[in-house]
């Protein structure tokens, strides 16, 4: 069974910072790419940033050059450095390992994102 567990959210005003991290197995960080999606209330969940084994990364549009998602091998760990924060960036965010291994994707619980104006 694949946990991925979550930690980091929080309420920060606008033009504040965050870390979020995402902590898994190490077979499953080994065989994963691994990314972070957002719902906000009302709104269906989207895509934020993903990042390979090899460390390649994308991000949406709206995060670009606000956030960096980064691997740590050592730890298992995938963290999204959050700058600048906007209040559109309220949402519940949530880890994602796409695994390669089995063909599945795998979900975290979620961590709290509010940003006041």
């Known amino acids: 069974q694949v946990h991925l567990v979550e930690s980091g959210g929080g309420l920060v005003q606008a033009g504040g910072s965050l870390r979020l991290s995402c902590a898994t197995s190490a077979r499953t960080f080994s065989n994963s790419n691994m990314g972070w999606f957002r719902q906000a209330p009302g709104k269906g969940r989207e895509f934020v940033a993903s990042?390979?084994?090899?460390?390649?990364?994308t991000y949406t549009d709206s995060v670009k050059g606000r956030f960096t998602i980064l691997r740590d091998r050592a730890k298992n760990t995938v963290y999204l450095q959050m700058n600048n924060l906007k209040p559109e960036d309220t949402a519940v965010y949530y880890c994602?390992?796409?695994?390669?291994?089995?063909?599945?994707?795998?979900w975290g619980q979620g961590t709290q994102v509010t940003v006041s104006s």
């Open positions: 990042i390979s084994w090899s460390g390649g990364s």
């Open positions: 994602n390992a796409d695994s390669t291994a089995t063909g599945r994707s795998y």
